[in-house]
């Protein structure tokens, strides 16, 4: 059974700052990963979709990278800004369900401060 | 194209009584799945709905819930004789293919509080 980690629960951070987030998963077979944001009373934005066979994602500030030998992967976002605050998650779309559905990681609340 | 769109946003309900979640999906989209976010925790997958087909429905509890997606007319999940333990956040996502290509589009969620 696929299960999703994301460390750390939480981040604070001064506006310009780069930083990285971290999400691991247990079961490798997987068909793809993403990262969303989540807002405070909102829904979920996908940021970047990683396939198995890639090694990484990029867009504007965002890159996410993905190791499935280890199971792991990074959502790296460059020169921080306040905008920037909120949950980030990680999810993997496993072959296990078929990929029926996607396994979420808890989340990493991130705050940036001006 | 409108996005994912759920209602009601908030929704209290008293203990014993029924919840009624509507969501409908992005034009074009022929999948639906159902989340739950319970305080403090993850999203975790309940239900994976085609049109008038229930795909995957082992996230869901055995009992007092429910899902649909008729032809016509929005996804429903019902909640019968609801208890505080249901007090959540439920998103609805859609996918006009399979998610093995391409991502979920996420509505905002209805959040339910039982008194």
């Known amino acids: 059974k696929q299960e999703v980690t994301q460390i750390p629960a939480a981040l604070s951070v001064p506006e310009g700052e780069n930083l990285v987030l971290n999400c691991s998963f247990t079961?490798?077979?997987?068909?793809?990963l993403q990262w969303f944001r989540q807002d405070p009373g909102k829904g979920l934005t996908s940021l970047l979709l990683?396939?198995?066979?890639?090694r990484e994602q990029t867009s504007g500030r965002l890159n996410a990278s993905l190791d499935k030998s280890s199971g792991r992967s990074t959502l790296y976002i460059a020169a921080s800004q306040p905008g920037d605050s909120a949950t980030y998650l990680c999810?993997?779309?496993?072959?296990?369900?078929?990929?029926?559905?996607?396994?979420f990681g808890e989340g990493t609340q991130l705050t940036v401060n001006p | 194209n409108a996005g994912v769109m759920q209602n009601p946003r908030h929704l209290v309900r008293r203990r014993g009584q029924e919840a009624r979640l509507r969501c409908s999906p992005m034009k074009g989209h022929s999948h639906v799945y159902w989340y739950r976010q319970l305080p403090e925790e993850g999203l975790k997958f309940m239900v994976y709905l085609q049109k008038e087909n229930i795909i995957d429905e082992s996230g869901m509890p055995k009992e007092r819930f429910s899902a649909e997606f008729p032809k016509e007319g929005p996804s429903i999940l019902r909640i019968q004789q609801v208890v505080r333990g249901d007090s959540a956040a439920y998103f609805c996502?859609?996918?006009?293919?399979?998610?093995?290509?391409?991502?979920?589009?996420f509505g905002p969620g209805t959040r339910l509080t039982v008194l």
């Open positions: 079961d490798s077979a997987i068909y793809n």
């Open positions: 990683i396939q198995s066979s890639q």
């Open positions: 996502a859609s996918s006009p293919i399979s998610l093995t290509w391409d991502t979920q589009y």
């Open positions: 999810a993997a779309l496993s072959r296990e369900t078929s990929g029926s559905r996607l396994t």
